[in-house]
């Protein structure tokens, strides 16, 4: 009876091994898939078929869920992006990156409160120091019509962040909430640095010369509105502008 039962103990530990080997592998190709993503959307549907074979094998892998989640969302299935964010802060919740991304989901949503909660977390998580985490709250308190609140979290993630290139979103939205409550010379400022960083970028060009327009510098706000123009001639509004 003994050796019977240590002979289904071995067994086991040899079918843990295998199930183990086989989940990294499956992860290991869906990373790589991922990888693909961001040039043909096919990837991340054959990523999350992957990560579907390594969950289960291993359903106790909270990572597996957060990476499936990932390719759900840019699939645009934001239910199933929430439910494998939802159980991947189930099986580890002191994880920031999965209370942020949860709470980017809320948002796209529209459950603002939700997205609120969840971002907060996620930077108390970190110990307030991830300048993307502010960044992502101040989308959810501008979402919210709390412009000043969205301000003050932009602000927070400029300071934080070290490289030039990503501040150019936090300046970006700045800008254009310090305008939309009627400071003008500081959006002006802010959509000028997003310029600066990102000097090929339209949208930036087109609010900056929204805020020149305001300030009836009419002639460098037409420039700036046929900047936009020239770098993505499709856009209508730009036109319009």
Do not use: W
Not at 42 to 64: G, N, S, V, W
Not at 69 to 92: E, H, P, Q, V, W
Request: proline share 2%; glycine share 6%.
């Amino acid at each position: 009876m003994y050796k019977k039962q240590g002979t289904h103990r071995v067994k086991q530990k040899e079918e843990e091994k295998r199930n183990n080997k086989d989940a990294k592998s499956y992860f290991k190709k869906a990373m790589e898939l991922y990888k693909k993503g961001a040039t043909k959307k096919d990837y991340y549907r054959q990523c999350k078929e992957m990560l579907t074979e390594a969950i289960a094998l291993r359903p106790e892998f909270a990572l597996y869920f957060f990476h499936r989640g990932n390719c759900s969302k840019n699939l645009g299935d934001f239910n199933s992006c929430l439910l494998d964010y939802t159980r991947a802060i189930r099986m580890d919740n002191t994880n920031a990156k999965f209370y942020e991304n949860r709470g980017n989901c809320f948002r796209v949503m529209g459950k603002l409160q939700e997205s609120l909660s969840d971002l907060q977390k996620s930077i108390e998580l970190s110990g307030g120091k991830n300048g993307r985490f502010y960044y992502n709250l101040g989308l959810t308190y501008s979402d919210l019509g709390q412009k000043d609140k969205g301000i003050e979290m932009y602000t927070r993630a400029i300071d934080l962040l070290k490289v030039e290139r990503s501040k150019f979103k936090p300046y970006f939205n700045r800008g254009n909430a310090y305008r939309e409550i009627g400071k003008i010379p500081e959006s002006i400022e802010d959509l000028q640095r997003a310029c600066d960083i990102e000097n090929r970028n339209p949208s930036s060009q087109n609010n900056l010369g929204l805020s020149l327009f305001e300030e009836r510098r009419y002639r460098d706000a037409v420039q700036k509105f046929a900047t936009a123009i020239e770098l993505d001639p499709e856009v209508a509004i730009y036109y319009n502008n």
